[in-house]
């Protein structure tokens, strides 16, 4: 509470005295843009924010970096001085979700998808099983014999402690947490505006929502549409290849030709930017799994240059996920589909 009061009035502060210089130099890219209406978008670091200003309050979409904090509250800060009401999370990754905890010691309530917030508590578990986990190899492969039983709770001891040391910055995603949840779709009211929350399943992850403010007819997507390069689709957290497509085509089906699109990633879009992403990967799923079908092998397929050379030659593969990247999630996803594909 203290520190992130402390957040705020350095903000009040820097944004009074427009020494926004310093702030500026540790995030030169975080940048505001005014969307629509009172809708903006703050591009940083972490995924695109969105908020909508208003004599009601502040509604704001994701948080990016923790230590972002202080230059976007400086930015929100710079169009609307009434209080943060609503934060609500596309999803549970921590380039959206970093800067909760921060925020909720400004007064706001965070409201995401049930699946955001078992998905943080399972980061925190995650990382403390991978701790300890490391740990018990390392004091087993110093003590030797495995099998004896003196060395077995030396070693459990010794993981113990290792989980207990990460316990705390662990916990940090767990900070994080949503205070409301739901399960398909949320309507807010808010500053005369009706927006509504919907969930796509198994898209990106299996916590999407998408957020559309009818009023202003912009759309947030978080990560189910990114508009620089090709999708993550984290497979790892129930994100799947027909979840996306599917995410992508809701997505479009609810836009008009007119509405601004705010992506997880990348520059303001629209209804045809979606669409294209969709048709891509529609197409290299289908190809993909017609090789794999064939009986082609990874390498193969992964040499198979004039299947994706549209999007390449369009810079798909120069984001964070590359060409190989995203045929090795379309090829496992077809092996899945197929597992008999290749074999005699
Ligand atoms: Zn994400």
């Given at each position: ?31 505001l ?9 703050i ?29 976007i509250?400086n930015k929100i800060?710079s ?266």
């Amino acid at each position: 509470m203290y520190i992130s009061m402390r957040i705020f009035s350095l903000s009040l502060v820097v944004a009074v005295c427009f020494h926004f210089q310093a702030f500026a130099q540790d995030n030169p890219t975080l940048q505001l843009t005014k969307v629509q209406d009172s809708i903006y978008m703050i591009q940083g670091r972490g995924g695109n924010i969105a908020f909508q200003a208003g004599s009601e309050g502040t509604l704001m979409v994701d948080s990016q970096f923790a230590n972002a904090t202080p230059q976007i509250l400086n930015k929100i800060l710079s169009v609307t001085t009434q209080p943060l009401r609503y934060l609500v999370n596309t999803h549970h990754h921590g380039d959206h979700t970093g800067g909760n905890d921060n925020l909720k010691g400004q007064g706001a309530i965070v409201i995401a998808h049930d699946n955001v917030r078992k998905l943080l508590y399972g980061e925190a578990t995650k990382l403390m099983d991978k701790a300890s986990e490391e740990a018990y190899n390392n004091a087993m492969k110093r003590l030797g014999n495995e099998t004896n039983p003196e060395n077995q709770k030396l070693a459990k001891q010794e993981a113990e402690i290792a989980a207990q040391n990460i316990e705390e910055e662990a916990m940090k995603s767990v900070k994080n947490l949503p205070a409301i949840t739901f399960s398909r779709d949320m309507t807010f009211y808010h500053n005369g505006e009706k927006i509504m929350a919907f969930h796509v399943d198994n898209a990106h992850t299996q916590g999407d929502i998408i957020l559309y403010f009818t009023k202003a007819n912009v759309m947030h997507t978080g990560d189910a549409f990114i508009n620089s390069g090709y999708p993550f689709i984290d497979t790892n957290n129930g994100g799947s290849v027909d979840g996306y497509i599917k995410g992508l085509s809701r997505i479009f089906y609810v836009a008009n030709d007119d509405t601004k699109i705010i992506p997880g990633h990348g520059e303001l879009a629209d209804k045809d930017d979606v669409q294209y992403l969709h048709g891509m990967l529609e197409f290299l799923r289908d190809r993909v799994a017609y090789h794999v079908v064939a009986g082609k092998t990874d390498a193969e397929i992964l040499q198979i240059k004039e299947m994706t050379a549209e999007y390449d030659a369009k810079g798909f593969g120069d984001g964070f996920i590359s060409t190989e990247k995203i045929l090795q999630v379309l090829i496992a996803d077809a092996r899945k589909k197929y597992p008999t594909a290749g074999k005699k």
